[in-house]
């Protein structure tokens, strides 16, 4: 994962700057998944909505065929 580099890097330089550089960019870096599964979700749950509608709009168009015909 990206940061995680940097932890082998404060052990062999002996380097404390480098555990806070690895801590800072994990944690941005989970942020940064979850936040992409959060958007997934949305996107998901916005095209079954669409899909929805759609299959509403199709049900109310063939009624609308049915009453001319």
Do not use: Q
């Amino acid at each position: 994962m990206v940061g995680v580099h940097f932890i082998p890097f404060g052990f062999i330089f002996h380097r404390t700057i480098d555990f806070y550089i690895a801590g800072w960019v994990v944690i941005w870096a989970v942020t940064g998944i979850w936040l992409i599964a959060v958007a997934s979700l949305v996107a998901v749950a916005t095209a079954c909505g669409t899909a929805a509608y759609g299959i509403y709009m199709l049900r109310i168009k063939r009624a609308i065929v049915a009453a001319l015909a």
